[in-house]
């Protein structure tokens, strides 16, 4: 069975690289296409500006920029409040918000109960 070429809205991912941002910008999900209407913040442009420049690996905490396609097939460090993830950007994730493909909340996972935390734990020593 032959691969499924990918369409964001019925467009190919060629004709989407081909077309304006304005056109782009008409194809986007209300929320992101009002944000993206509103204009870009510094650190937004910023960070448009240093994908179209370099061929590196980049990092960002602006975990509120909207995926475009010039960066499809980049990989770009997300930072989510205590590390730096790793994110390779594909074609499915136009729209989106980077901060999506970063979580902030981990599971928690618990252990025993501390010291002093039932009747039975305060006679145990401390040592």
Known sequence: ???KEFTY???SLDEIRR???EDFLRMLPARA???MKRGLTHQKQKLLVHIKKSKRKLRTQCRD???VPEM???DIEIYDGKTWQNIHIVPEMLGHY????ALTRRSVKHNAPGIGATRSSASVSVK
């Not at 980077?98 to 493909?101: C, P, Q, S, V």
């Open 1 to 3: 069975m032959a691969k």
């Open 9 to 11: 809205r019925g467009k």
């Open 19 to 21: 077309m304006s941002s």
């Open 33 to 35: 296409r009002r944000s």
């Open 65 to 67: 920029m909207i995926v």
């Open 72 to 74: 499809i097939d980049r």
């Open 98 to 101: 980077l901060g999506e493909f």
